[in-house]
T-cell receptor, first 114, second 114 residues
Framework: AQKVTQAQTEISVVEKEDVTLDCVYETRDTTYYLFWYKQPPSGELVFLIRRNSFDEQNEISGRYSWNFQKSTSSFNFTITASQVVDSAVYFCALDSGSARQLTFGSGTQLTVLP | DVKVTQSSRYLVKRTGEKVFLECVQDMDHENMFWYRQDPGLGLRLIYFSYDVKMKEKGDIPEGYSVSREKKERFSLILESASTNQTSMYLC?????????????FGPGTRLLVL
């Protein structure tokens, strides 16, 4: 069975602060993929990143960065210099070969205040 | 760009009504998915389809059925809507089967059952 835990239900920060969203996963598979999606108030889930289990390099894309650590089964997401437009619900998800489906965490509601 | 569209953004139905939610993707993707999203629960998979006329149950199929007569279209059917089916419904598609494939989502349908 696979599971994704996003312990932070809601986070509020002031604009320009850095913020980290936590994601912890469980799977018995050695090959798996991790994802982050953003859901703005409009409702559509927007794909942000996909990372496979064999690539532990951290990734940076503009103000976004991701820290993948297999030793702690975590795939955390950091937004640097947050902006109001970053306000959204963020979902972490796991897909492993044995499950054949995407398992989502419960999401973290991020509010960035001006 | 991948485009996934859903027939309605908002829908209000009465208990006992038959409800059809339509989803269309324009990228010739093989796989299509239906999720429901509820606060605190993240996204839960209802049904998915890897090919035309093929369907598989997800985690919460009870009370739902699906139809995939054409590759680009995947319909979710509530045979007799109930108030506990009030939720946000999200459709997704991916290129082909396998854990490496990214799912792309539609804008969602907010269904209210009175």
């Amino acid at each position: 069975a696979q599971k994704v835990t996003q312990a932070q239900t809601e986070i509020s920060v002031v604009e320009k602060e850095d913020v980290t969203l936590d994601c912890v996963y469980e799977t018995r598979d050695t090959t798996y993929y991790l994802f982050w999606y953003k859901q703005p108030p409009s409702g559509e889930l927007v794909f942000l990143i996909r990372r496979n289990s064999f690539d532990e390099q951290n990734e940076i894309s503009g103000r976004y960065s991701w820290n993948f650590q297999k030793s702690t089964s975590s795939f955390n997401f950091t937004i640097t210099a947050s902006q109001v437009v970053d306000s959204a619900v963020y979902f972490c998800a796991l897909d492993s070969g044995s499950a054949r489906q995407l398992t989502f965490g419960s999401g973290t509601q991020l509010t960035v205040l001006p | 760009d991948v485009k996934v569209t859903q027939s309605s953004r908002y829908l209000v139905k009465r208990t006992g009504e038959k409800v059809f939610l339509e989803c269309v993707q324009d990228m010739d993707h093989e796989n299509m998915f239906w999720y429901r999203q509820d606060p605190g629960l993240g996204l839960r998979l209802i049904y998915f389809s890897y090919d035309v006329k093929m369907k598989e149950k997800g985690d919460i199929p009870e009370g739902y059925s699906v139809s995939r007569e054409k590759k680009e279209r995947f319909s979710l059917i509530l045979e007799s809507a109930s108030t506990n089916q009030t939720s946000m419904y999200l459709c997704a598609s991916s290129k082909r089967a396998g854990a490496s494939e990214t799912q792309y989502f539609g804008p969602g349908t907010r269904l209210l059952v009175l």
